[in-house]
């Protein structure tokens, strides 16, 4: 308990570091002090403008996103009991995609506010139709079956998106850079717009802990202690299109994080998912603000998006999960 | 699913006959039909090699090839996913579920953004590479003392999901007319395909049908799980391994000249069993004359439904094949 509390302490003082690094290094590295300065006494230099409006945001997506992800993937591993459960493979991207792509074709333009209304909603049909074909029929939901249905449905989906991307250049032209899964270039008001649904889905999901802890020993033993499993489930769905819809709202498809994390904070903690949960927030957190970090230096010329950074190093996870599983 | 066709009541020659004949008729549609209609008398003439110059030019170096390679592409993907899921056991594998297209797509579209001087002749051949590199990854990294089904999906699926990242990264690096035709290529299009794109393909599936047919019994055996097949005599490793080369080297080349078409690979075979039951040496000639044809049409569509839109045939593949392959999900679900 105590260390684990310690744990806790480390994580967020880590999470304040890098998102202290995140402000102060990029292209143009702005002195800690003049960074603080910048938010304390304003006096509209360029440094403290940068520092406001670009960096700042930046950072707060980073880690907010992050964490996000990494819960909706811990609470969707919990649930379905399927270590390869995430938001990538409910297909909530692909559906967030689509949701932007229709509108985006059809009145040839969408504002930022609207654009996250319909991403909450591709991602949560999405979401909600893989898990209903995942868990047909006996066996519930096999990796294997999650798999082959996330797949199925995210094909279905990027091809739509890409035939409504073919047809339309200018949609194409939007699209492609939301497709990349960027942090950079999101309005601070966008992200002030989705933090009320953020915190209200990390604060569901902190508050269910015991119910997705007792969920995650099985459907039998958790209706044996008396738990209302429809009930927790159903939940359990809202918070997840609450943490991944917002995430993909308003930084794009951003893979990996919530497939791996929830690996990495098990191997920590163990697996009560009291505390696995808040692990994979800070351990999110903590890796999208490196990764978004380390996509400022990767390419010197041009900032590669953080998307990239995690699908490189969630790829390999996912093939020694893989290999250690099957 | 066993039905009054597969149980041999109706002959092989006769479903295979029937196909051909049906795609014969989508061929002739697809030179008659388009932007520019050509009368059916001279069509014939066009192709007889003695039409008026106007009908001839588009005949012999638009539409015909173009069928054509559609054809080809649809056999190619058909006969890889026939042998996939011999070899997976798996009625939902599929050449995209091996990471096969992402592999191709992201050689194909680092070329075309990377190097704008890059020759189109030469795309192809970076396609096939790539779509060899991901097949050779996926293999690999699933090898652990042999090699389990399951991990060969789930490996499949990391490495396509991986490199899709990487090809949506590239779209933001090109200029936006890079990215459409970079879209337009991933989305499976024989656009603009001709003889120049139908000769290389030809010799591959010439070569890899007769492989295929010639180890269909050693596919079969297959079926009966690994221990009952060591028990049969099979070598299963090297078995195992001349297939997949096989169904890898035949997406690859479709996928090479028609992009990356989801959901034939799927389809085709499933099908097929349906009309011939599920023997290897009756599946196989079968789901690669309905692969073609299926991509025929759907290419066939794709020009004449939204005319003058051109909607890729593989857009209009998936949009049929995801409910498709929802439904198997469901008829199979407590499998």
């Known amino acids: 308990m105590g260390i684990r509390l310690a744990g806790i302490a480390l994580g967020l003082v880590l999470v304040a570091l890098c998102l202290c690094a995140s402000i102060v290094y990029g292209k143009q590295a702005i002195p800690a002090v003049e960074a603080y300065r910048s938010l304390f006494e304003f006096d509209g230099s360029r440094e403290h403008l940068i520092v406001r409006t670009v960096r700042v945001p930046r950072a707060l997506i980073a880690m907010s996103v992050g964490a996000c992800l990494a819960m909706a993937g811990a609470v969707m591993q919990a649930v379905t009991r399927n270590p390869l459960a995430g938001p990538e493979l409910f297909g909530v991207n692909q559906g967030a995609a689509f949701a932007i792509v229709v509108p985006l074709y059809a009145f040839g333009h969408v504002s930022a506010s609207g654009s996250v209304a319909y991403a909450y909603l591709g991602a949560g049909v999405a979401g909600a139709v893989v898990y209903l074909l995942g868990i047909m029929g006996t066996g519930g939901l096999t990796p294997l079956k999650l798999v082959l249905a996330g797949s199925t449905i995210n094909l279905l989906l990027g091809a739509l998106t890409q035939g409504l991307l073919v047809l339309d250049e200018q949609s194409l032209d939007t699209m492609r850079f939301w497709l990349a899964g960027s942090l950079t270039g999101r309005s601070s008001a966008a992200y002030a717009r989705v933090l009320p649904f953020m915190l209200a889905g990390i604060a569901l999901t902190l508050a269910m802990s015991r119910h997705i802890h007792t969920l995650s020993l099985g459907e039998d033993t958790a209706r044996g202690l008396g738990l209302r499993t429809g009930r927790v489930k159903g939940t359990s769905l809202i918070a997840v299109v609450l943490l991944a819809g917002s995430s993909v709202a308003i930084a794009g498809p951003i893979g990996f994080v919530g497939l791996a994390i929830p690996h990495v904070a098990r191997y920590v903690v163990g697996t009560d998912y009291r505390w696995v949960l808040p692990y994979s927030a800070i351990m999110g957190a903590l890796l999208l603000l490196l990764a978004d970090i380390a996509a400022r230096f990767v390419v010197p010329s041009q900032e590669i998006s953080a998307g990239v950074v995690t699908a490189m190093l969630g790829a390999p996870f996912l093939i020694y999960l893989a290999q250690r599983r099957a | ?335």
């Open chain 2, 1 to 335: 699913m066993e039905t009054r066709f597969a149980q041999g009541k109706v002959s092989l020659l006769l479903v295979l006959s029937i196909l051909t004949a049906l795609s014969a008729i989508v061929l002739f549609f697809q030179i008659i039909l388009g932007d520019f209609p050509i009368p059916a008398a001279d069509a014939l003439q066009a192709l007889a090699g003695n039409g008026s110059e106007r009908y001839d030019l588009v005949v012999n170096r638009f539409r015909f090839p173009r069928a054509l390679v559609a054809f080809l592409a649809g056999a190619g993907l058909a006969l890889s996913g026939t042998i996939l899921q011999g070899i997976t056991r798996n009625p939902l594998a599929s050449p995209g579920v091996l990471g096969l297209n992402s592999g191709a797509a992201l050689v194909a579209v680092s070329c075309m953004v990377l190097f704008p001087n890059f020759p189109v002749g030469a795309l192809p051949f970076a396609a096939f590479a790539g779509a060899c590199l991901a097949a050779t990854l996926s293999y690999f990294l699933a090898w652990k003392r042999g090699l389990s089904p399951v991990r060969l999906v789930l490996v499949g699926v990391g490495i396509a999901a991986s490199a899709g990242a990487f090809v949506s990264f590239l779209l933001t690096f090109s200029d936006l007319a890079q990215a459409k035709r970079a879209v337009i290529w991933m989305s499976g299009s024989v656009y603009g395909r001709s003889w120049e794109h139908f000769w290389p393909m030809l010799p591959w599936l010439a070569a890899l049908v007769p492989i295929a047919l010639l180890m269909a019994r050693k596919l079969d055996v297959l079926q009966l799980g690994d221990s009952l097949a060591v028990g049969l005599g099979t070598r299963l490793e090297r078995v195992r391994g001349g297939l997949l080369l096989a169904a890898v080297a035949s997406a690859g080349a479709a996928v090479a000249m028609a992009g990356t078409i989801g959901f034939v690979g799927l389809m085709a075979p499933h099908l097929s069993r349906f009309l011939v039951g599920s023997r290897s040496l009756r599946l196989i000639p079968t789901a690669v004359l309905t692969g073609g044809l299926l991509v025929m049409l759907a290419d066939l569509l794709g020009r004449t439904l939204a005319a003058p839109l051109e909607i890729p045939c593989g857009i209009l593949i998936a949009v049929i094949g995801a409910p498709y392959m929802i439904y198997l999900l469901f008829k199979k679900r407590n499998h």
